[in-house]
T-cell receptor, first 116, second 113 residues
């Protein structure tokens, strides 16, 4: 079916507000990844899920960032008390699974977050 | 610390010419190396994926090579087209943490008519 979808595509918020970013992975993909791409910069790993569990949260920049995944499908990335340095494009990707074998990651179009 | 370094940072070529992008990495133990193309305002799209045992892989006009001994990879683009203008990102994963990849900063390619 459809590829990875993300919503909203753009989000402008005031400093200090909380935001939620949503990712719908490809149906049947058990692995889901969140990345951040600041303007003119490379992609930065945030967190990944295998099923509903997150084996590696080491990329989350601070405790203001959290993510969850329910039902092995949709994931939400939440940023509390947003700061201007949080402004970036947040990309989600999914793959069939993770593991020793190589599974291609398919990326969504991203959510552009602007904190004013 | 696992790192991926790409060169050049940016490149301008004329339509129809060939070019080669470089990627050096220190990720260990190595699992796989991927090249992605990212158009402006879009998510990255996979071009090639190579594991330890593969030293070359092609996808149309794109050919990636891998030297696991020297920890180097290259992406060769043949007969460039205007649509090849994009950022090309090298990504390396370690066997010990398959879900977490290390990304290079990318090479921005501009193809001019």
């Amino acid at each position: 079916g459809a590829g990875v979808s993300q919503s909203p595509s753009n989000k402008v918020t005031e400093k200090g507000k909380d935001v939620e970013l949503r990712c719908d992975p490809i149906s049947g993909h058990t692995a889901l990844y969140w990345y951040r791409q600041s303007l003119g910069q490379g992609l930065e790993f945030l967190i990944y899920f295998q099923g509903n569990s997150a084996p590696d949260k080491s990329g989350l920049p601070s405790d203001r960032f959290s993510a969850e995944r329910t039902g092995g499908s949709v994931s939400t990335l939440t940023i509390q008390r947003t700061q201007q340095e949080d402004s970036a494009v947040y990309l989600c990707a999914s793959s069939f699974q993770t593991g020793p074998q190589t599974y291609e990651q398919y990326f969504g179009p991203g959510t552009r977050l602007t904190v004013t | 610390k696992n790192q991926v370094e790409q060169s050049p940072q940016s490149l301008i070529i004329l339509e129809g010419k060939n070019c080669t992008l470089q990627c050096n990495y220190t990720v260990s133990p190595f699992s796989n190396l991927r090249w992605y193309k990212q158009d402006t305002g879009r998510g990255p799209v996979s071009l090639t994926i190579m594991t330890f045992s593969e030293n070359t892989k092609s996808n149309g006009r794109y050919t990636a090579t891998l030297d696991a001994d020297t920890k180097q990879s290259s992406l060769h683009i043949t007969a460039s087209q205007l649509s090849d203008s994009a950022s090309y990102i090298c990504v390396v994963s370690a066997r010990t943490n398959a879900g977490k990849s290390t990304f290079g900063d990318g090479t921005t390619l501009t193809v001019k008519p």
